[in-house]
């Protein structure tokens, strides 16, 4: 079968480009290459700017070859990598490209030897290493003169040798490889950015809402407790298909979840901590903290639903809840669930005013809550966790 | 001159992917078609996830094209992007592209109008604003089926009509258009992304920062002066060359700031807001508050930096500062430079025991105290600024 190079080289960059994740494109090329052009293997020796050195990635092909431990991970000063990035021995290969056979070539003709001075050292260095992983060429991959990676073909499956036009249908190819490779790396790099960003913007969030926490001291732990169950009771809901949620719900319960009491930081420590019942005045002030912790909140851009979920986390599904009386479907899903969370935490841990109830008294007591203090769904997939042994 | 297509359209592909703003891109491409295929003017209608429209964007070319107000923007349910979208007209296009010519040929031609409903309505639609931009040739771009938008070609500058070789390149261009375009558009959604998550995680630490500030009744607004002086300090710093940092050195220093009093939640109400000097044993308690803040952000994957800033910013350049009673280097500057915004601005502000200096004696005061309270140069830099009038 003919291979049409041009079409073949159209057709796999435009599939290239497309794959935004390094080490996706890493195997797609590798096998593109075994397939379209019947070697028995072929690798990509590829960069890790992490590991500061280049890392073999090998396709087992049709016949299968095995990397010698220890030899995964190729030094930028060694010899295959040197003859690629040192510009003084660019000459010695076909159009870019470097073969076995050439190789042997260069050894025997000893005037290029004396011409340049650690051509054989060097050469023979990379003989050694192609005869290791049973490579016949080696196509190196630049992206604006770096050099990115080293495509390795191993033995062609019917003919002995590379055809010049094939080597030059894998210099072309590697320049595509260096593009789309590129192209990947900074994919990942921005998303690496993304996750990194997201985490530090949870944990210091988290850190914050813990300290203000902690100001309550009867309440330790209690933001934590609370987040983890209003996301256990969220993912179940999303997993049951039984709410169908935006890809940002998990985020803002999560933040609404850490924030729901960030009020409390309005709240005079001795009310807060006063060791006996509150009077109706300072019931009257600590009940105000969903409306502070939502002012707070406000002026935050893209945080409306988690403001919402603040500043209803304390309405009653028959509507006797504050500050706002809300009933049923008013009050949002984020707020119902953090609502039921926030109870069951308060119910199973001490009080001034009485000890904690068990975890199954909480549950009944929800139970007979719901529909009427308790949104009946968030109510039921708590009982659900409950009997799964999940709180 | 006679054009080798295959050799432009491979690079086109490759120099339109490394593109990655799609604004960037555009205009690359129209500047591409109106050099390389001597047109007198091209254009791009390209559709906008915001506005739910296709929004037009041209070249002026050789000979310059006027859009008519109102123009720029096209609603999906025109005749040109039906025209693309709807599969019933896919088969009077030439391959893909659509000519003024062959529109003018399926006017005439009154059986096929027969046999298409609507398709003279449309093509007389088409028409119009073919002649309203003076287009010759519209060639969609497609990506998975989507319609990303449309290419527009004016009159060619020396022969009267496209030859089909033509056209067969601006549908294979129209590809790889379409390839580089969607790879412009995830790349840059990436990007608000990051921006975004980042404004997030600024404003929710600003909130809670201000919110924990404001438990201490006499220093209103004083994370947000001391975070806006930090920063014009540095960046003075790094734009005179006095300083060399890193990509997010300006970020730590931020949030550094913005949390560098976040310990005084750890501070009894009645000491932090103790109206007359304070005895010993509440000094101490006070002075608790770096090292309590740093406590509460140590958890904090990659804040190692704003830890430090936090931790220090009481330390003193001659060693006489807390905790940890660093000197000179040994005190980060983002620790210095915070340092010396936290003491202009308590010395600028009015506190229980005194009244505020004004900004000429606080910097009179740390001119006094450089090398021995405050680091040299960040004692400097904000006597210039104060010479600015930038304070």
């Known amino acids: 079968m003919r291979i049409n190079y041009k079409?073949?080289?159209?057709?796999?960059?435009?599939?290239?480009?497309?794959?935004?994740?390094?080490q996706v494109l890493i195997r797609l090329i590798v096998r593109m290459i075994v397939r379209k052009v019947n070697v028995h293997h072929a690798g990509i020796l590829l960069f890790d700017q992490a590991k500061k050195s280049y890392i073999l990635n090998v396709s087992k092909g049709k016949l299968g070859i095995k990397i010698p431990a220890g030899f995964a991970r190729i030094d930028p000063?060694?010899?295959?990598?040197?003859?690629?990035?040192?510009?003084?021995?660019?000459?010695?290969?076909?159009g870019g490209a470097l073969t076995y056979d050439k190789i042997n070539g260069f050894l025997r003709n000893k005037n290029n030897l004396k011409k340049n001075k650690g051509l054989e050292e060097t050469l023979l260095s990379i003989r050694n290493q192609m005869n290791l992983f049973q490579i016949q060429v080696c196509?190196?991959?630049?992206?604006?003169?770096?050099?990115?990676g080293v495509l390795m073909l191993g033995k062609k499956i019917k003919t002995k040798t590379f055809y010049q036009k094939e080597l030059d249908f894998f210099v072309a190819l590697s320049h595509d490889v260096a593009?789309?490779?590129?192209?990947?790396?900074?994919?990942?790099?921005?998303?690496?950015?993304?996750?990194?960003?997201?985490r530090m913007f949870f944990e210091t969030t988290k850190a914050l809402a813990t300290t203000i926490d902690a100001k309550d001291h009867y309440t330790h732990g209690h933001t934590e407790r609370v987040t983890r169950i209003s996301l256990a009771m969220a993912k179940k809901l999303i997993m049951d298909h039984r709410i169908k949620v935006d890809d940002k719900f998990l985020d803002d319960l999560n933040i609404a979840a850490l924030l729901h009491d960030i009020g409390k930081i309005g709240v005079?420590?001795?009310?807060?901590?006063?060791?006996?019942?509150?009077?109706?005045?300072?019931?009257?002030?600590?009940?105000g903290h969903p409306m502070i912790g939502a002012s707070i909140l406000e002026p935050i851009q893209d945080l409306k639903r988690v403001v919402?979920?603040?500043?209803?986390?304390?309405?009653?599904?028959d509507g006797r809840g504050?500050?706002?009386?809300?009933?049923?479907?008013?009050?949002?899903?984020?707020?119902?669930?953090?609502?039921?969370?926030?109870?069951?935490?308060a119910m199973t841990t001490d009080r001034p005013y009485?000890?904690?109830?068990?975890?199954?008294?909480?549950?009944?007591?929800?139970?007979?809550?719901?529909?009427?203090?308790?949104?009946?769904?968030?109510?039921?997939?708590?009982?659900?966790?409950?009997?799964?042994?999940s709180l």
Chains 1, 2 share one sequence.
């Open 179 to 198: 593009m789309a490779l590129r192209n990947a790396q900074i994919f990942d790099a921005l998303q690496n950015q993304i996750n990194h960003n997201k």
């Open 139 to 148: 196509v190196p991959s630049y992206f604006q003169e770096e050099l990115l």
């Open 268 to 287: 005079p420590e001795h009310i807060l901590n006063k060791n006996g019942m509150l009077n109706g005045e300072e019931r009257t002030c600590i009940n």
């Open 7 to 22: 079409k073949e080289l159209e057709d796999a960059a435009r599939t290239m480009i497309l794959v935004h994740s390094p």
């Open 322 to 345: 504050y500050p706002d009386g809300l009933k049923g479907g008013e009050i949002s899903l984020i707020a119902s669930i953090i609502a039921v969370a926030d109870t069951f935490d």
């Open 308 to 317: 919402d979920g603040v500043k209803h986390h304390h309405e009653r599904y």
């Open 77 to 94: 000063e060694s010899a295959t990598i040197r003859f690629f990035t040192d510009k003084s021995f660019r000459s010695y290969t076909n």
């Open 354 to 389: 009485r000890p904690a109830l068990s975890k199954t008294q909480a549950i009944e007591e929800i139970t007979r809550g719901s529909g009427l203090q308790f949104h009946p769904l968030a109510a039921e997939i708590i009982v659900e966790l409950h009997h799964e042994k």
